[in-house]
């Protein structure tokens, strides 16, 4: 039976989880995710795994984005708590594990940058980048040398929308079926990738200094 | 050589696009349009039609919606201006346009079923319907029985989204490369064709009483 690696699965490593207790708000988005135990609970992930056989998870930064939850040295802080728990899920069970990629909070691209030298020699084979950052686009200049970090690397990014649930039409207050993320992500997905294709950085801009198909994986 | 039909181009008929230009700013979305020549001029229309052989156009009324124009007897005005223009091209030039599908405005949905009745009679093959009126979902309740008078007919539905420019992020003012259309115009009518289906309408409900699969193609 050939190996099967699913490339995007969501975690809370332990430490994180706790902190995140501490300083976010249970209602909402939030209270949803922690309804899902297998983000934050290894017993409940494990079993759910050994169903399938020759089976092995990439780990990535579970939501909410770090951007929303902090800034400055507390979004450090929290990168810092994210990717030391994601490299020690790693190290502790590299037979369902085999990688991960970090968490960035780009409201600081030089702390960004710092994080991924760092998060690098942890093992991070890439980062997830969400598709805006407080709702400016990825394609701003101040960004570029964040793309240009982790191409030089030649590390991955994971693209994740942020959407929540906003209604489906002005005049309503509810979207119906979910289709805020079903519609609504692959929508901001396909802006953020647009955005950045047409942006030129994938045709070497003199900011983004590596080759323009490391990034774009 | 096969037959090739367009089976959705847009056209201001002769009647209508006079009268457009006396309701209706030239700034803006409508100048856009209006830019376009193919769409109310047949001499610049047939030209071009000519370098493909073999090829027929099924007419849809161009945008902007009647929705947005007018209420009241001057959108019934507009609704048979437009479907009248469109069956005399079609009888003018049977070989160029071999049907039409009607324009409708959903405000009134009485008046719309009315307009259904005359303009089938004028061999309206089916009808095209915005992915929202004014803001207001196709799945709600007063918006079935005209979905109900066009499946009784077996005619069909063009589905049309009226997205306008609008900024690709909160912090911005204008879309880049047309992403509004490119990519929001695929996104709401993936969520108008997802609410009608959720909203039960496909399978049967009291208020729509042909066959689930008449309006739906």
New interface residues.
Partial sequence: MSLRIDAWTHIFPPAYFAKLQTIASAAGPLKRWMELTPLYDLEQRFPADGQVDAYQQVLTPSMPPIEDLAEGQAAVDLMRLMNDGLAELVKAHPDRFPAFAGALSLLDPDAAIAEIERAAKLGAIGFQICT?VR???LDAPRFQPVFAAIAQRNLAIWLHPVRGPQP?????TKS??E?WW???W??DS??AM??LA?SGISTGTPNCGSSPTTWAQ
Avoid: K, L, M
């Avoid at 489906?168 to 309503?172: F, K, L, Q």
């Fill in positions: 805006h709702g400016t686009a489906d039409y002005p005049t309503e119906h079926d289709i079903c519609f609504g692959p929508y396909s802006v647009a955005r047409f």
